[in-house]
Nanobody, 120 residues
Framework: QVQLVESGGGSVQPGGSLRLSCAASGNIFRVDVMKWYRQAPGKERELVAGITRGGSTNYADSVKGRFTISRDNAKNTVYLQMNSLNAEDTAMYYC??????????????WGQGTQVTVSS
């Protein structure tokens, strides 16, 4: 079994910053692509950012220039640095990882979510 544990969410004023973390543990040989999604109330879940094991990144247009995704392969951890936050960034943020298990099979895993609220 593989577990993803997220942390770092909270409440912040507009213009503020937060850093999310997501650590994968368990039956892991290798973690490949790591992503952050978010879902606001009444809206569909959307991809925020992704990063390959080699460090290639992609971002949603709405967060480019404000958010930075990074990872520590030795710790199987992905981060999301969020700057210049605004009310539209308010959502539940979810970590998603594609994992190669010790058996050689692959699996797609989700974290439990961490809430980010941007409000004055």
């Amino acid at each position: 079994q593989v577990q993803l544990v997220e942390s770092g969410g909270g409440s912040v004023q507009p213009g503020g910053s937060l850093r999310l973390s997501c650590a994968a543990s368990g039956n892991i040989f290798r973690v490949d692509v790591m992503k952050w999604y978010r879902q606001a109330p009444g809206k569909e879940r959307e991809l925020v950012a992704g990063i390959t094991r080699g460090g290639s990144t992609n971002y949603a247009d709405s967060v480019k220039g404000r958010f930075t995704i990074s990872r520590d392969n030795a710790k199987n951890t992905v981060y999301l640095q969020m700057n210049s936050l605004n009310a539209e960034d308010t959502a539940m943020y979810y970590c998603n990882c594609n994992v190669v298990r010790l058996s050689g099979t692959t699996g797609d895993y989700w974290g439990q979510g961490t809430q980010v609220t941007v409000s004055s």
